[in-house]
Every structure is written in C-alpha cells, then in structure tokens.
C-alpha cells in the first residue's frame, strides 16, 4: 500500500511540475512580448526626439539671434 501512494504521491509532483514549468514558459512568452513592445515604443520616442532636434536652430544662430535682438532693443529706446 505504501509503494502505491508513493507511486500516487510522485505523479502528483510530477503533474506539479509540468504545470509549473508551462506557467513559467507562458510567463517568459509575455515577457518577451512586452519586453518587444516596450523596446520599439522607446525606439519610436527617440525618433520623434532626433526629428525634433533636427528642426531646431544651432545654438550659435540662437546667440547671434539674441545678440541681435539685444542691439536693436538698445538702439531703438536710445
């Protein structure tokens, strides 16, 4: 009697594990799903980052600028 719960007692643990080992793959699945996604989502805002700047001015035409703005507001109440 003992060698069949045995028996009984060792398939249940097996059945555990499987299960177990399915839950982890399914898990490791979503993971890497979201993991995709997160990385293409962070690829796409450093795309609309590049572009952004891309349509920025030079720092250098940003002083000259300023500068020049600078001249004409003192020449103007002078």
Same mark, same amino acid.
């Given at each position: 009697? +003992?060698?069949?719960?045995?028996?009984? *007692?060792?398939? !249940?643990?097996? %059945? &555990?594990?499987? @299960?177990?080992?399915?839950?982890?793959?399914?898990?490791?699945?979503?993971?890497?799903?979201?993991?995709?996604? +997160?990385?293409?989502?962070?690829?796409? *805002?450093?795309? !609309?980052?590049? %572009? &952004?700047?891309? @349509?920025?001015?030079?720092?250098?035409?940003?002083?000259?600028?300023?500068?020049?703005?600078?001249?004409?507001?003192?020449?103007?109440?002078?």
């Amino acid at each position: 009697m +003992t060698q069949e719960q045995d028996v009984t *007692r060792l398939q !249940e643990q097996v %059945k &555990s594990l499987f @299960n177990a080992q399915e839950k982890l793959e399914n898990n490791l699945e979503q993971h890497e799903r979201d993991d995709k996604q +997160t990385f293409a989502e962070v690829l796409k *805002r450093m795309d !609309e980052m590049h %572009k &952004s700047f891309q @349509n920025r001015l030079p720092p250098w035409a940003t002083a000259v600028i300023g500068i020049l703005m600078a001249a004409c507001g003192w020449l103007a109440k002078g």
